[in-house]
């Protein structure tokens, strides 16, 4: 499915329209400085599109609110189209920022009581272009995004992703060579992201602007020609990415939403993404993630019962399946969490049973090792001290004078059982978006 998109090849085109030179941006948060950039160098050539990912808080905004001249740098220069920005004063920043950047927001940011004709219109007024000329470039700019056909309707009236290109074209209207978007598609579902993203791709392939846009989805930063990915301030890789995904080829898998039949299901089921996501691995930090907490949710009630006097060692049953219940529970939860925050959305059914299932047999694998070992007596005295293991113990004891295979069988169908628990809890206790 995907297609490589081109991008422009000659040099002149290349040239860096954004240079960050060792830029640090700190705030003043009261409680002491929040170092949200650190000695962050970044070169982007005319003609790219840049996606910048990272976790929450890694200074994504930071950096395009500084790339956008709304906030100077702490320390080190920004020049923007050969302009070193950092230096001028402020309402010089202001004129560069107006004749070279086109901004989309989030929220969309549309004036709401005002028509998307009127709403494109707003960024060539301030300019002081004339009612006429106003007009006809705003029209062609719906135009341009596909909507012709709603010029006089005001935002409430409109979808969100049409709101979405309502907002690019007023982006578009000034004729910016560079687009910046801050979580363009984070209110809106699969299709509408991928019809805003051929947008984007399209504007980019066809005039050449250049696109840089904050994202969480992985999806999304697939379909950028560069992904910059962010961590406590710092660009901790820097990828080309030379076949990037092409969205409108993408969305032409998507069924349209409105087409009837089993295809048009919501959460479009059978569509690529849908399938890619679901195929996409369980990053390896979910399996650890989930192993810690299970841990930290064991020693929680091995603790409490130390602190009432009870060796674990004498634990009755009861007491030691509550742990092991926590810990389920205690490993879903995180599971879920650092998977919704890895992936950039919630895993999938099928991401889901994957993870039961390989999570449920690494730990079954080395748990049955210890059984062996318990059983031969070896590690009896290690494996009793260490709570993790006493379910173990317990069952290896339970198991003791039968025969091998209702051992092994007994072994199968509770691990079995636990597959099904840990998936029935990423479910249950798992972020739903
Ligand atoms: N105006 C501010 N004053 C103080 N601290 C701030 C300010 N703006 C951002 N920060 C801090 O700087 C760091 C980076 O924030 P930033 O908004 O750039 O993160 P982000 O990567 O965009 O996160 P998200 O994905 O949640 O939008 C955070 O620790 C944040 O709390
Ligand atoms: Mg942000």
Known sequence: MAAAVSL??????????????HVSKDYDAGGGIVHAMRDVSLSIARGEFVAIVGTSGSGKSTMMNILGCLDRPTHGTYSLAGLDVGARA???????????IGFIFQGFNLLPRTTALENCELPLQYRGVGARERRRRATAALQAVGLGERMDHKPNQL?????????????????????????????LDTRTSLEVLALLQRLNRERGITVVLVTHERDIAACASRVVTMRDGRIVSDVVQDAPLDAAAELEAVPPPDAGGPASQPESAHTDLAVRRARMPVPARVYVSMFLASRLGLAFVYLLLALAGVAHADAKLGLVVAAHALGLLAEARRGAQVARKRLGYPLTNEQRLRL????????G?????LVLAVTFGKLFAVAAHL??????????????????????????????????????LLALLGPRR
């Open 8 to 21: 422009p090849t000659d040099p002149i085109e290349r040239e860096p329209i954004v240079d960050l030179s």
């Open 90 to 100: 402020s309402d010089s920043r202001a004129i560069v920022r107006n004749r070279v």
């Open 159 to 187: 979808s969100g992703g049409q709101q979405q290109r309502v907002a690019i074209a007023r982006a578009l209207v000034t004729d910016p060579p560079l687009l910046l978007a801050d979580e363009p598609t984070g209110n």
């Open 356 to 363: 039961a299932l390989r999570y449920t047999l690494g730990t």
């Open 365 to 369: 694998a080395a748990a049955a090792a």
């Open 387 to 424: 709570g993790a293991v006493s379910i173990v113990a317990l069952l290896s004891d339970h198991l003791a004078g039968r025969s091998a295979p209702v051992s092994v069988a007994a072994y199968a169908v509770f691990l079995a059982a636990l597959v099904l628990l840990r998936y029935l």
